[in-house]
């Protein structure tokens, strides 16, 4: 059983119109998004409360009213900020929808750098901020017209997209100096990261994780906890122990078969392990699941 592909690749909307604006609450709804990247533009609206989004490894506590840009590729997770909860909306756009003509001259002026990486944007933006004054109104037109996207406000939808483009390359930055390094060594740790999601099962060491990338393991481990916030084998314990969790609440499985299966050999580290994670005996969070 595989967990999330950290490559979403999933269509948000429809292929013809790659849109769709998601209503997220966390703890209540999910604990946590994993890191994760996808070709898409996503902006995250903090509608209550408090929630944590970390992209490249850099951790942004957004509070009401709130908002987060995200360009596409960019490695980001989205979490309970401490003790809180918080209510959110994600907005999702592919580049696609602002593309004519072959040689469309709006596209590649405006939307290839952000995705070449040429061009970079601030992105956390508080409600004081002038990108969240210049473009707050189209954000809750588009999070109140959600759910008739698609039968009778296209036009309307895709016009505000636009004036969100516009904003997003008015407030923008060229991508240039030690931020921009920093986040192409990062990009390649997306090696490491398939590598543990097709190979959790077995045993990962962190040479064999460094060489995936290209880099030594003094460097490799210092990129990594930059990026996740935590070492190799935190995240992979993490890993494991949450497709452990996910196949105890959807499966009928023996639970030191789960183990084995999520790359647990040792069934008493793994109760412990979980018990760290969750608070519960993988039984007990397996009772709690079904209730």
């Not at 970079?120 to 707050?136: K, M, T």
């Not at 906890?225 to 996910?246: I, P």
């Amino acid at each position: 059983m595989v967990n999330a592909p950290l490559h979403e690749t999933k269509i948000h909307g429809t292929p013809s119109f790659p849109y769709s604006v998601y209503h997220g609450n966390i703890p209540e709804w999910i604990r946590s998004f994993p890191l994760h990247w996808h070709d898409h533009f996503e902006l995250i609206y903090c509608a209550a409360g408090q929630i944590q989004v970390t992209i490249w490894g850099t951790a942004y506590p957004l509070s009401e009213n709130d908002l987060i840009v995200i360009l596409p590729h960019a490695v980001h997770s989205i979490e309970q900020y401490g003790t809180l909860g918080g209510e959110y909306y994600n907005i999702m756009f592919h580049p696609s929808l602002f593309q004519g003509s072959e040689d469309d001259l709006c596209s590649e002026k405006y939307v290839l750098p952000f995705l070449n990486g040429e061009k970079s944007i601030n992105c956390l933006h508080s409600s004081d901020s002038p990108f969240h004054h210049a473009v707050i109104s189209c954000i809750r037109f588009l999070i109140e017209h959600r759910k008739d996207s698609y039968s009778t406000k296209e036009l309307l939808i895709k016009s505000n997209l636009f004036y969100l483009l516009h904003y997003m390359n008015q407030y923008s930055t060229d991508a240039a100096g030690a931020g921009h390094l920093a986040q192409l060594s990062y990009s390649r740790l997306k090696n490491a990261l398939y590598h543990v999601q097709k190979s959790y099962d077995h045993a990962i060491s962190v040479q064999e994780a460094a060489a995936q990338c290209g880099f030594s393991e003094s460097h490799f481990m210092k990129l990594f906890k930059e990026l996740t916030g935590m070492s190799f084998n935190a995240y992979l314990v993490n890993y494991r122990l949450d497709l452990a969790a996910k196949q105890l609440s959807e499966t009928d499985l023996k639970i030191i078969d789960i183990a084995e299966n999520c790359g647990f050999h040792n069934h008493s580290y793994f109760t412990r392990a979980f018990l760290k994670k969750y608070g519960r005996t993988p039984s007990a969070y397996r009772k709690n699941a079904g209730q």
